[in-house]
Every structure is written in C-alpha cells, then in structure tokens.
T-cell receptor, first 114, second 118 residues
C-alpha cells in the first residue's frame, strides 16, 4: 500500500462553518505534513507532525487546527475561514528513518470558502 | 533569498522533442537532496526523480534524467521524447541537512507550466 488518501476531494463551506479534512496513510510513515497551495503557486508548508507530535507550525492562523490522532491519520480542522483560504490542501508523509526524504502526497482536498 | 529558482514560468514544446526544465538552488548545507515533482491539473503531486548532494552520478528514471551540476548549484530536469501526457506543472524542490532523523518539509520552486503540443 503506497497511497496517501485524502477526503473529501472537494469541499465548499461558509465562513461560519466548521469542517475537517482527513488524511490517511498505511505505509508506516512517522512524519506527516499539511501543505496549502493556491492556484499557479507552489505548495506552502503549514504543519509537520513527527511521531504524532506537532513539530513545525509555520505561523498558520488558529482557524486551522491540525490533529494527529494516531500514526496513520492526520486531520485539519477548519473554523471561521476566510475566502482567501480557498486553496488546494495537500497532505504528505514520509518515513523518518532511511529513504531520501521524498514526500508522498495525496491527491489533495480542494477547498472553497464562500 | 529564494532557495529554489525556476526561471521558466511556462514552456511550449512539440511532442517527441526533448525538454529541459531549469532549476537552481541555494544552500550552504553540504548535505541536501533535490527532487522533481509533476502536478497535473488534477492536483496530485507525482514524484519523478531524486538527486542527493553526494551522489556521483546524475539520476535517471525512465524518460527523466537530472542534469546535476553541483558547482553551479543547478539541477535541471530533462524529459526525453516528450508526450502529450507530460503537460503539467513541474516543481523543483530541496531538502536540506537530512540525516535520517529530521522531519523538515521540502522547499519548492515556483514551478514551470509545461505544455506539449501535437
């Protein structure tokens, strides 16, 4: 199993809604990542989890709340978002020992905030 | 200063021609890795090829090769015999100081939008 699975693939929400993005991998990777990508821009790192603990928060606004309940699952809880938060949200993972540092990406969740 | 520079925002190439996508990088760390990813319009980031800073030979993966010039700090991607399905965004990325234990993410360049024409 070499997949990172993200759900939902598309999400439309209002500024007062609360929603969550989910990411799952069963490759035994102990580092998991959230990236945000605006149209025609490169992915920008948001959060990094290492051994299920938050290790990097790139000064992301508190309306984005990450959670790593176990080594296979990563969530991104969304609350009171703004229209400028509309973007593709990419989850990635990689092993923490061995390998090249390659990130394994999911297909992304495309978020629209109205 | 940008750590990864991709100077070609867009490229048009005829099908079956070879194409070179430019990437230069900036780091003072002797240990680093360079990656190329392809992103079709569907959004998924597809890993293409990797080059480690200590690798003596240029990396190759099928139709993809990486022209690694360490002294120039460049890591250009070469796609041989381009196909219509190669049309996508291409990102060069770098990982610095990896020794097997850190969890730092990759730093991406701005990307090159490649369009293959029939």
């Amino acid at each position: 199993d070499t997949e990172v699975t993200q759900t939902p693939k598309h999400l439309v929400m209002g500024m007062t809604n609360k929603k969550s993005l989910k990411c799952e991998q069963h490759m035994g990777h102990r580092a998991m990542y959230w990236y945000k990508q605006k149209a025609k821009k490169p992915p920008e790192l948001m959060f990094v989890y290492s051994y299920e603990k938050l290790s990097i928060n790139e000064s992301v606004p508190s309306r984005f709340s990450p959670e790593c309940p176990n080594s296979s699952l990563l969530n991104l809880h969304l609350h009171a978002l703004q229209p400028e938060d509309s973007a593709l949200y990419l989850c990635a993972s990689r092993p923490l020992a061995g390998g090249t540092g390659e990130l394994f990406f999911g297909e992304g969740s495309r978020l629209t905030v109205l | 200063a940008q750590k990864i520079t991709q100077t070609q925002p867009g490229m048009f190439v005829q099908e079956k021609e070879a194409v070179t996508l430019d990437c230069t990088y900036d780091t003072s760390d002797p240990s680093y890795g360079l990656f190329w990813y392809k992103q079709p319009s569907s959004g998924e980031m597809i890993f293409l090829i990797y080059q480690g800073s200590y690798d003596q030979q240029n990396a190759t993966e099928g139709r993809y090769s990486l022209n690694f010039q360490k002294a120039r700090k460049s890591a250009n991607l070469v796609i041989s015999a381009s196909q219509l399905g190669d049309s996508a965004m291409y990102f060069c990325a770098m990982r610095e100081g990896y020794s097997g234990g850190g969890a730092d993410g990759l730093t991406f360049g701005k990307g090159t939008h490649l369009i293959i024409q029939p």
